[in-house]
């Protein structure tokens, strides 16, 4: 890929788990009372039809890793287990009072923090106790986050006889001055013995987080992780971009100086490459940085245009509501977005207070939904389209104009209604969302928000 290409496109951009992204929510007229009334009509709406998703956050983590951006509690002490499931299940309670009939549950994913912080007993716990007062689907897709270094096979057993079949195990990268900078020290004998655990359970998909862009990572250190990646075969592969926002996250993100971090060039060396190989060892580019066997859901889902984009990632399938629970988790109403506290004194709090811990969210106009769907298409297809009304908005003709380097360069085509994203310009499919993102452009932000997009 051109450097030029990278110097002139490597710009400050969201991820585009949501629109509007966070920063651009409209907290001003917000309301619990406004984010119920939407959930209520969503789920009213999907939940016979389709189901409902759960995403279930357990921020706790033995120790913190200096490349995480997610929100988390860094403690050794367990005993904060069980008031933190006795919390999530009160908070899942609220929701159940405000539901006017039983849910149907499609997608649970335990993320963190560390999920396998939790021992397996109060895992059990707080599931059963979500599952004894929902009916479960039978097209259901149950997935966890493991830590290699702590997930046992018990803990493997349980959530797989609860109806779990997939895992992510979180590699990052298998060089040890990198695993020592990121202060991750975790050998390649424990992923694969988590692997392999997994496999002889039953999991029917395993996903590896693999992350290019970390301090003192070279092109030999991404090859080398690759190479032993590949040696276990797992069913999916996330190749992310490290997101360096050390003005959001605080002293976390500042145990290395920036100087260590590959340049904007190097870094996409490190992706274009790595890409290279994970697809000549037979893995499929599906939607951004994330890559699976065509044996894997995930591929069969891109293939029907039925992979879907939220807040827990991609997914195979979609569902119109989304219940976080526990502390910053996000839900997703379709029709708005709404944060739990990010401070756990503060949940607990709320909790006690017998009130939904929401304390932001956004409720979405006419427009923003018009305009989300746009980025979903082109986040999950790479390609978008207008040619029916619901998809058209004044604004349009002004976007496709504003593409017109995009086309020039070769990353995109634009037909009379329709834009798609070329092989080329898949490394650039933020860059492509950005143009339709409104609510950026009317308001560029001065300070630091987003990370590089490349």
Known sequence: MAISLIQKYNVAGPRYTSYPTVPYWDNLSFSNEKWIESLKRSFAE???????????????????????????RITKRHEVETPYVDAVLKEWKLYLNILEERPLIKEVHLGGG???????????????????????????????????????????????????????????????????????????????????????????????????????????????????????RPDRIAFYSYAHVPWIKGSGQRGFD???????DEKRLLYETGKKHLLDAGYAEIGMDHFSLPSDSMYKS?????????????????????????????????????????????????????EIPVFRGHILNEEDLIIRKHILNLMCHFNTSWEENSMYFPEIENI???????????????????????????????????????????????????????
Not at 48 to 71: A, M, V
């Open 46 to 72: 999907s939940n016979r039809s389709e189901g409902i998703s759960l995403y279930i956050h357990l921020p706790f983590c033995e120790s913190l890793c200096t490349f995480c951006g997610c929100h988390k």
């Open 114 to 232: 560390t999920p396998t912080f939790f021992k397996p007993k109060e895992l059990k716990r707080l599931l059963e106790g979500i599952f004894e007062t929902a009916e479960i689907a039978e097209n259901k897709a149950f997935s966890f986050e493991g830590h290699p270094n702590n997930t046992t096979r018990e803990h493997l057993q349980m959530l797989f006889d609860l109806g779990f079949d997939r895992v992510s195990y979180g590699v990052q990268d298998y060089s040890q001055k990198v695993q020592k900078a990121i202060h991750r020290i975790q050998p390649f004998e424990n992923v694969e013995k988590v692997t392999q655990w997994a496999r002889e359970i039953g999991y029917k998909s395993i996903s590896h987080d693999l992350v290019f862009g970390l301090p003192f990572q070279t092109l030999e250190d991404v090859l080398f992780t690759i190479d032993k990646t590949n040696q276990l």
């Open 258 to 264: 920036e100087s260590n971090l590959p340049s904007g």
């Open 302 to 354: 891109f293939e029907n245009n039925n992979l879907h984009r939220n807040f827990m990632g991609y997914t195979a399938s979609k569902t119109q509501v989304m219940i976080g629970l526990g502390m910053s988790a996000i839900s997703d109403s379709w029709y708005g977005f709404a944060q739990n506290e990010k401070d756990l004194d503060d949940y607990y709090t709320r909790i006690e207070r017998n």
């Open 400 to 454: 496709t104009k504003q593409l017109g380097e995009m086309v020039s360069d070769g990353l995109i085509q634009i037909t009379d209604r329709k834009i798609e994203v070329t092989n080329e310009g898949k490394p650039f499919v933020r860059n492509v969302c950005m143009a339709f993102d409104l609510r950026l452009q009317r308001n560029i932000p001065n300070t630091k928000i987003f990370s590089m997009t490349v």
